[in-house]
Every structure is written in C-alpha cells, then in structure tokens.
C-alpha cells in the first residue's frame, strides 16, 4: 500500500472512530441535570427522658432535594443517600442515624454505601421536572449504651441519570 493509500485509510478510520464516539456520547452528554438541596445541617435536640423511653429523637428539620432537567429529553434520575463517617463518635455506630421520604413511613439505617432514596424518569418540561421530596433524619437512643455525648456525622446525598 502506497503512503497516500495509508494516509487515506488512517483518517476514514480517525473519522468513523469520531463518529462513533459523536454518536454514542452525544445522548449522555446533552441530558443536564440539577440537583438542589435546602436544609443541608441536621440537627437533633438535646435528648429528654421521653426521647429516651420513645428509643429515638427526630431531627428538628429534613433536608429537601429538588432535581430539574436542564438540557435533553427523556432520563432515569436516582438520588441516593449515604454515611461519609464511620461512626457517629463516642462509641455510637453509624446506623442507629436513620433516615426516611417524607412520603413514605419506613425507616432506614444510614450505611456507607449508597442506599437508593428515590427515582423517577423525567421528561424535561413535560413529566417529573421539576420533582422533589424531603428526607428526614431520627437518632436511635439507648439508656445502657447511650452517654451524654455530642454526636455527629457527615452525609452525602448523590443524583445520578441514565439515559434510556
């Protein structure tokens, strides 16, 4: 093959790789998405003696997520929940920080991996766009385990997308 031929064949196949990638790429990267948190900083009470025999307290406030879309058409969010600190400090394991939907009655232990909150499928500007929930926070308490004791730990709230 001559050095033309090589140079002709070397760029049909730069330019089909380009396509390719133009092609394949092009979906994932025009679906934007937006992801707002309002009331990031949970706080718990200072735990009474009825906290005590309830076997929990509720934080004062949640944290509310909004997920908009801001480019694309049609995308599967996820918005995950989890522990960033392996404990909750003075001995206090990281699961009794539980976590629920405002929607929903079930309570969860906090874990260091994600844990699956919500998902939806939105449409932009026609279905699920904007959505939004608010998740609450509740301390497990303990008389025997349980000192007085400033707890605290650190959680990351993550949206992820496919595009179908």
């Known amino acids: 093959m001559s ?4 140079k002709v064949h070397a760029g049909i196949t730069s330019a089909a790789i ?3 990638l133009a092609l394949f790429a092009y979906p994932l990267a025009a679906q934007k ?3 707002t948190l309002a009331g990031g ?3 718990f009470a200072a735990p009474t003696a009825a906290d005590y025999v309830a076997g929990f307290i509720n934080s004062a406030s949640g944290v509310t997520f909004t997920v908009s879309a801001q480019t694309g058409l049609s995308r599967t969010t996820t918005i995950s929940i989890k522990s960033t600190s392996a404990s909750l400090g003075g001995g206090k394991v990281i699961g009794d920080l539980r976590w629920r939907r405002s929607d929903l009655a079930t309570w969860n232990s906090i874990t260091l991996t994600d844990a ?3 998902q939806r499928i939105v449409v932009k500007g026609v279905s699920n766009d904007p959505w939004s929930n608010t998740i609450f926070f ?3 308490l303990t008389w025997a385990t349980d000192a007085p004791a400033t707890y605290s730990a650190n ?3 993550t949206l ?3 595009v179908p």
């Open 3 to 6: 050095n033309l031929g090589r």
């Open 18 to 20: 380009l396509l390719a």
């Open 33 to 35: 998405t937006m992801l």
């Open 41 to 43: 900083t949970i706080t």
């Open 116 to 118: 699956q909150v919500e």
């Open 138 to 140: 509740r301390m497990i």
């Open 155 to 157: 959680y990351q709230i």
């Open 160 to 162: 992820s997308q496919t």
